[in-house]
């Protein structure tokens, strides 16, 4: 089956640093992959659009210039928290669909947990 | 806009038990609607996914319905056992407002099944 994987798992880093998690799709291309995020007990709430070759797209309410997202191939996104505070400490995780296959379920990365001290 | 409602908030049975996850939604326009499960700290599996067209899809001892008019979906659990443990979520993926790419979550049903 499809696999996404996503790295770090986990990461713990000081206020003020910047922070890259990887998104990459294993056995299968992806022009679009999203990018959520999910605070303690609370659902998941989708931050950006990840398009290859092209600008991403920010939900209301996301900073674009904090959230850097790059996605520059069929099988790998990045996300760099800049300038990360304690606020941004929270659950990340990607996910991606098949090139092709509009109606097909989304996969899923395993996730990284920030925690920016 | 659409909002994702799952009811309950958490649920605990004893094993063997079987169960209903309920899930609901506000706007009926939707391509399709995805149950996951999420173990404590970890990403999201996908159970199953029921396309707008259809009416339930099953896998193994899962069963999932969708009522798209009346904007309600369900997750049937046979014979629930420790390992079912979980958070269960349910997403649907809207067809119109130009959002048409998202998935829009519930807040989760915490399922704890006893030994």
């Known amino acids: 089956g499809a696999v996404v994987s996503q790295h770090p798992s986990w990461v713990i880093c000081k206020s003020g640093t910047s922070v890259k998690i990887e998104c990459r799709s294993l056995?299968?291309?992806?022009?679009?992959m999203f990018w959520y995020r999910q605070f303690p007990k609370q659902s998941l709430m989708l931050m950006a659009t990840s398009n290859e070759g092209s600008k991403a797209t920010y939900e209301q309410g996301v900073e674009k210039d904090k959230f850097l997202i790059n996605h520059a191939s069929l099988t790998l996104s990045t996300l760099t928290v800049t300038s990360a505070h304690p606020e941004d400490s929270s659950f990340y995780i990607c996910?991606?669909?098949?090139?092709?296959?509009?109606?097909?379920?989304?996969?899923f990365g395993n996730g990284t947990r920030l925690t920016v001290t | 806009k659409q909002e994702v409602t799952q009811i309950p908030a958490a649920l605990s049975v004893p094993e063997g038990e079987n169960l209903v996850l309920n899930c609901s939604f506000t706007?009926?326009?939707?391509?399709?609607l995805q149950w996951f499960r999420q173990d404590p700290g970890k990403g999201l599996t996908s159970l199953l996914l029921i396309q707008s067209s259809q009416r339930e899809q099953t896998s193994g001892r899962l069963n999932a319905s969708l009522d798209k008019s009346s904007g309600r979906s369900t997750l049937y659990i046979a014979a629930s056992q420790p390992g079912d443990s979980a958070t269960y979520l349910c997403a649907v993926r809207p067809s119109s407002g130009g959002a048409t790419n998202k998935l829009i979550f519930g807040t989760g049903t915490l399922l704890a099944v006893q030994p």
């Open positions: 056995d299968f291309q992806a022009t679009t």
């Open positions: 996910s991606a669909r098949e090139l092709g296959q509009r109606n097909s379920p989304l996969h």
């Open positions: 706007d009926s326009a939707i391509y399709n």
